[in-house]
């Protein structure tokens, strides 16, 4: 079946400007996470949504950073007034529900941005 | 708060050669523990996980890995690898009851034929 998809899959754009990242997660999927994987820094956990609840955002690194999740499915994050260090390939994942027994997290592809 | 270490940024390998990516982490609480693999220009797969019984876990293209809680590693091994293995690899913990992944920084396998 369809993986996890992610659009665009590059974008590069001026600082200062505002971009928006899609996510479509598997479908059934209830959970879905974004991370950031920048260059020499790894992957860094940025926000979750579990269904219904509240998204855990603990991750994100400053107010210009938000993330939503329309109707359980699709994810929309959203850095505003961009920065050069945001440059980085945005990864998103969704997972079967969080008690389920397979536990794995799907990756998408990614996008990568960059900030000139 | 949890931490994964990957001493080894770069691994070269000869083809056909044994290889061990060295793992280590920290936590506080128990974690389950993953390797993902990031093959060229696509997105991360799971290699393999430990989520409890047997320390040795096996998983996709003949990896596998060993847990010890002991020394708080989690060493990914192949007894002979391949072009194909080309990619990087990261190691992540996961706290129980918790959905946050926590990567190390990887470990580029280079294989040389």
């Known amino acids: 079946g369809a993986g996890v998809s992610q659009s665009p899959s590059n974008k590069v754009t001026e600082k200062g400007k505002d971009v928006e990242l899609r996510c479509d997660p598997i479908s059934g999927h209830t959970a879905l996470y974004w991370y950031r994987q920048s260059l020499g820094q790894g992957l860094e956990f940025l926000i979750y949504f579990q269904g219904n609840s509240a998204p855990d955002k603990s991750g994100l690194p400053s107010d210009r950073f938000s993330a939503e999740r329309t109707g359980g499915s699709v994810s929309t994050l959203t850095i505003q007034r961009t920065q050069q260090e945001d440059s980085a390939v945005y990864l998103c994942?969704?997972?079967?529900?969080?008690?389920?027994?397979?536990?794995?997290?799907?990756f998408g592809p990614g996008t990568r941005l960059t900030v000139l | 708060a949890q931490s994964v270490t990957q001493l080894d940024s770069q691994v070269p390998v000869f083809e056909e050669a044994p290889v061990e990516l060295r793992c280590n982490y920290s936590s506080s609480v128990s974690v389950y523990l993953f390797w993902y693999v990031q093959y060229p220009n696509q997105g991360l797969q799971l290699l393999l996980k430990y989520l409890s019984g047997s320390t040795l876990v096996k998983g996709i293209n003949g990896f596998e890995a060993e847990f010890n809680k002991s020394q708080t590693s989690f060493h990914l091994r192949k007894p002979s690898v391949h072009i194909s293995d080309t990619a990087e690899y990261f190691c992540?913990?996961?706290?129980?009851?918790?959905?946050?992944?926590?990567f190390g920084t990887g470990t580029r396998l280079t294989i040389i034929p």
């Open positions: 994942a969704s997972s079967h529900p969080p008690s389920g027994i397979n536990n794995e997290q799907f």
């Open positions: 992540a913990v996961k706290p129980f009851g918790n959905e946050k992944l926590t």
